[in-house]
């Protein structure tokens, strides 16, 4: 697929087939700020959901397109609280230690 960008009515048309406001230039910036910090949730609860599920780091860094490094450095302190309350007995923050056989 050829990457063509977007042209201004390209712009206007995809807006507002999202339900973004496009009466003003400001509108369409608000809503990038709003859609930013809802998927930076979304990205938090699926990390944590990961490493509950004892994913490492560097299997959720490659899944983000990231070193495990950045991936830890990102959402350590939300994925260590929320890992350490559901599974008592393992490090989290050993993330790339071989995953127990069972």
Do not use: C
């Amino acid at each position: 697929m050829e990457d063509r960008g977007l042209d201004s009515l390209d712009l206007k048309t995809y807006l507002e087939r999202l339900g973004v406001a496009t009466d003003g230039p400001l509108d369409g910036l608000r809503t990038i700020v709003e859609t930013r910090a809802t998927l930076d949730g979304i990205e938090s609860l699926l990390v944590a959901h990961a490493r509950g599920s004892r994913v490492t780091w560097t299997e959720i860094g490659e899944a983000l397109g990231i070193s495990r490094q950045a991936a830890h450095a990102r959402h350590r302190a939300s994925s260590t609280a929320k890992s350490a309350r559901r599974h008592p007995f393992v490090n989290p923050t050993d993330g790339d230690s071989p995953r127990p056989r069972g």
